[in-house]
C-alpha cells in the first residue's frame, strides 16, 4: 500500500529534549516535506526536500532541523523543544506525474510542556 | 509570494443541501494548481478535488464540485448532497506548478452538517 508513515503519532515531552520525529515514504517520491497546523492558522511549511542531501526551508524554520540521507526518509528534529513548538505536523510528499498532488502522512501530535 | 484565504471560518449545512466554501488566492503565476483538502476529526488530509489553472472546465468529484474563476482568483468548493460524513476542516491550498511543489494553505474553514 502507498504510503507515508509518521511516527510518532503522539509525544509529549519537556522544553528543551531533543527529540525526532521519523517520516518514512514508499512511493519513490522526490519531495518530501514538514507541515506544522496550528489553529487559525491552516498548515504553514516548516522545511522541505527535492531530493537527497537538497533540503531548504520553508515559511516557519526557526527551531527544526532535518535531513535527507536516503530517498525514503525525512526525520525532523527538534534539538531543544519550546512550548511554542507545542503542534501538529505532518509529513508529505510528491514527485512527478503526480501533478502537484501530495499524500500526507497521519500526523504527530506534540506536546512541548 | 502567494497567498490564500478562506474567509469563512465556520460553516453549518443542513444534511442533504448543499453548501458553497469560497477561496481566494493572490498570485502572478499563469500555471498553477488548487487544491482541497479535507481533514476530519481523524486529523488525516484526505485531497477532495484538484484544478489546474489552464482547464478552463471547473473540476467535479461525485458530490464535490469547484467553481473556478481565474480573473477573479477564486475558488469556491460546492458540497451537494450533504451528508454526516462531510463534517470537518477543509483547507483550500495553492501550489505554483513547475516542480516547485510548495502548497500554501488557507487558513481553513470548519464545517458541520447538522442531522
Known amino acids: 500500500e502507498a504510503q507515508v508513515t509518521q511516527n510518532p503519532r503522539y509525544l509529549i515531552t519537556v522544553t528543551g529534549k531533543k527529540l525526532t520525529v521519523t517520516c518514512s515514504q514508499n512511493m519513490n517520491h522526490e519531495y518530501m516535506s514538514w507541515y506544522r497546523q496550528d489553529p487559525g492558522l491552516g498548515l504553514r511549511q516548516i522545511y522541505y526536500?527535492?531530493?537527497?542531501?537538497?533540503?531548504d526551508k520553508g515559511d516557519v524554520p526557526e527551531g527544526y532541523k532535518v535531513s535527507r540521507k536516503e530517498k525514503r526518509n525525512f526525520p525532523l528534529i527538534l534539538e531543544s523543544p519550546s512550548p511554542n513548538q507545542t503542534s501538529l505536523y505532518f509529513c508529505?510528499?510528491?514527485?512527478?506525474?503526480?501533478?502537484?498532488?501530495?499524500?500526507f502522512g497521519p500526523g504527530t501530535r506534540l506536546t512541548v510542556l | 509570494a502567494q497567498t490564500v484565504t478562506q474567509s469563512q471560518p465556520e460553516m453549518s449545512v443542513q444534511e442533504a443541501e448543499t453548501v458553497t466554501l469560497s477561496c481566494t488566492y493572490d498570485t502572478s503565476e499563469s500555471n498553477y494548481y488548487l487544491f482541497w483538502y479535507k481533514q476530519p476529526p481523524s486529523r488525516q488530509m484526505i485531497l477532495v478535488i484538484r484544478q489546474e489553472a489552464y482547464k478552463q472546465q471547473n473540476a467535479t468529484e461525485n458530490r464535490f464540485s469547484v467553481n473556478f474563476q481565474k480573473a477573479a482568483k477564486s475558488f469556491s468548493l460546492k458540497i451537494s448532497d450533504s451528508q454526516l460524513g462531510d463534517t470537518a476542516m477543509y483547507f483550500c491550498a495553492f501550489s505554483a506548478g513547475a516542480g516547485s511543489y510548495q502548497l500554501t494553505f488557507g487558513k481553513g474553514t470548519k464545517l458541520s452538517v447538522i442531522p
Open positions: 526536500s527535492m531530493n537527497v542531501e537538497v533540503t
Open positions: 508529505a510528499s510528491t514527485g512527478p506525474g503526480q501533478e502537484d498532488e501530495q499524500f
